[in-house]
């Protein structure tokens, strides 16, 4: 059974940081991308950023470019989102998601259940 | 970026109702276009994938369709564990979301 648990959530002050990190089990951690998608409260789907199976390939969502870095431990069968320099709008749920190659697209099949992260003084 | 405008924004329709949700891409997507159902509380699921290929496991009352720029997700007889807020999704470039549909019970 595929499993993606979250972890490393938090109240914050805007302008610190924070370490999110996605625990995988259940499937070949290195054949797949991951990713990080946010949900701010009572808002829609937001992608945050992803990264390839072999962390060659890294994209982020433009709100976060510059602040929030990706990484990934196949080893560990773990994904990590170092978050800095946080504000306000960063307050959501953060959703570590399993991306499954089509063609040229992707899909996430697999979902954990969310870290919430508030930004607030 | 890619737009993602899903209409209608809500949604209302009683159990067994035909129900069809419409995604439009600000530019052609070819067919890289997801469907995801979220209730609250839960992580979204995936229903539909590449258009029109339904997910392992989902009910066969949920079907994708179109190309290029516009997209429908049709429940042909709505069920009342249905009412959820539905959201589409492309992969052709830089990964964006629809702004979601909330389907309630009339």
């Known amino acids: 059974e595929v499993q993606l648990v979250e972890s490393g959530g938090g109240l914050v002050q805007p302008g610190r940081s924070l370490r999110l990190s996605c625990a995988a089990s259940?499937?070949?951690?290195?054949?797949?991308?991951m990713h990080w998608v946010r949900q701010a409260p009572g808002k829609g789907l937001e992608w945050v950023s992803g990264?390839?199976?072999?962390?060659?390939?890294?994209g982020y969502a433009d709100s976060v470019k510059g602040r929030f870095t990706i990484s990934r431990d196949n080893a560990k069968n773990s994904l990590y989102l170092q978050m800095n320099s946080l504000r306000a709008e960063d307050t959501a749920l953060y959703y570590c998601?399993?991306?499954?190659?089509?063609?040229?697209?992707?899909?996430?099949?697999?979902w954990g259940q969310g870290t919430l992260v508030t930004v607030s003084s | 970026d890619i737009q993602m405008t899903q209409s209608p924004s809500s949604l209302s329709a009683s159990v067994g109702d035909r129900v069809t949700i419409t995604c439009r891409a600000s530019?052609?997507?070819?067919?890289?276009l997801n469907w995801y159902q979220q209730k609250p509380g839960k992580a979204p699921k995936l229903l539909i994938y590449?258009?029109?290929s339904l997910q392992s496991g989902v009910p066969s009352r949920f079907s994708g369709s179109g190309s290029g720029t516009d997209f429908t997700l049709t429940i042909s007889s709505l069920q009342p564990e249905d009412f959820a807020t539905y959201y589409c999704?492309?992969?052709?470039?830089?990964?964006?979301f629809g702004q979601g549909t909330r389907l309630e019970i009339k």
């Open positions: 998601a399993k991306g499954t190659l089509y063609g040229s697209g992707s899909y996430y099949d697999y």
């Open positions: 259940g499937f070949t951690f290195d054949d797949y991308a």
């Open positions: 990264i390839s199976w072999n962390s060659g390939s890294i």
């Open positions: 530019q052609s997507i070819s067919s890289y």
């Open positions: 590449a258009a029109s």
């Open positions: 999704q492309q992969s052709y470039s830089t990964i964006t």
